[in-house]
Nanobody, 123 residues
Framework: QVQLVESGGGSVQAGGSLRLSCAAS????????MGWFRQAPEKERVFVAG????????YYADSVKGRFTISRDNAKNTVYLQMNSLKAEDTAVYYC????????????????WGQGTQVTVSS
């Protein structure tokens, strides 16, 4: 069982930056691939970025490629999402998720989810 707690959301103007953190409980954090997802009002939850168990591989949605960076610190049981050059369309609730096994870019492949953190970007 893994519990995930996101932090770092907030309100920022377009062009600004935020760093989201997701702290995981448990002693086997390195066994989980991690992902960040987001859900805008009245829209489906979508994949944003994912990182492999060792942190050697990452994938990004085309909409955030070049602006967002996912990273993880297995010693701290934490995964991060650095978000730069934020746009109004990045406004959403951001969720982190953990998956037992290899990296996966679909929502259905994740076993554990955090409660989410709101990111609001004003133009």
């Amino acid at each position: 069982q893994v519990q995930l707690v996101e932090s770092g959301g907030g309100s920022v103007q377009a062009g600004g930056s935020l760093r989201l953190s997701c702290a995981a409980s448990g002693r086997t954090f390195s066994a989980y691939s991690m992902g960040w997802f987001r859900q805008a009002p009245e829209k489906e939850r979508v994949f944003v970025a994912g990182i492999s168990r060792a942190g050697s591989t990452s994938y990004y949605a085309d909409s955030v490629k070049g602006r967002f960076t996912i990273s993880r610190d297995n010693a701290k049981n934490t995964v991060y999402l650095q978000m730069n050059s934020l746009k109004a369309e990045d406004t959403a609730v951001y969720y982190c998720a953990a998956r037992i096994g290899p990296l996966w870019v679909g929502t259905s492949g994740y076993n554990y989810w955090g409660q989410g953190t709101q990111v609001t970007v004003s133009s």
